[in-house]
């Protein structure tokens, strides 16, 4: 259910539920990512910012309030364990988020001119790949960011409304 923590057998696609984020709410964690050291981190919008997620009881804990991030918001951890994040579709900033503090740095403003939400991303080695999803009336698109420039490059139509993409490396 919305605002909880689950785990998917990658055989069956059968979904175990961990725990509540936020317990008795149904508060959500916009996207997730896994910094190198297993810390799973989250975007939550409900929140505030940014969050760190126990993988044992799913409960959410905030590391910084006030963060803001107005749709989209979708965060990845670089090899070199960088968060970055697009809180703010894809015309906004592209950011890098401090692990510590919460506090987000501006890499540049994004090129896509759309206004179009970009709901998650991922890394595939050094590439930053990302979800630019319409709701249901603009094309989705499987994105590339350049984490320096912020420019994006569309690689081609996605399924309407991804959510979330991880490659396995």
């Known amino acids: 259910s919305p605002g909880s923590l689950i785990t998917i057998n990658r055989t069956t696609g059968a979904g175990t539920l961990v725990g509540d984020l936020f317990a008795g709410s149904t508060s959500a964690v916009n996207d997730i990512t896994f910094t190198s050291d297993g810390t799973l981190y989250g975007w939550s919008r409900n929140a505030g910012g940014l969050v ?44 890098t988020v401090d692990r510590a503090t919460g506090a987000t ?12 939400p970009i709901n998650a991303l991922a890394f595939n080695g050094s590439t930053l790949f990302g979800s630019r999803s319409g709701n249901g009336s603009v094309a989705s698109d499987l994105i590339t960011i350049d984490t320096t420039t912020a420019a994006i490059t569309v690689v081609g139509p996605s399924v309407d409304n991804l959510d979330a993409i991880v490659f396995d490396n």
């Open 105 to 116: 740095t501006t890499v540049a403003t994004l090129n896509g001119g759309t206004g179009i």
């Open 52 to 95: 760190t997620i126990d993988l044992t009881t799913g409960v959410a804990t905030v590391v910084a309030l006030g963060l803001g991030g107005g749709f989209g918001n979708g965060i990845a951890a670089s090899s070199a364990d960088v968060l970055f994040f697009t809180g703010n579709g894809d015309s906004g900033d592209l950011v």
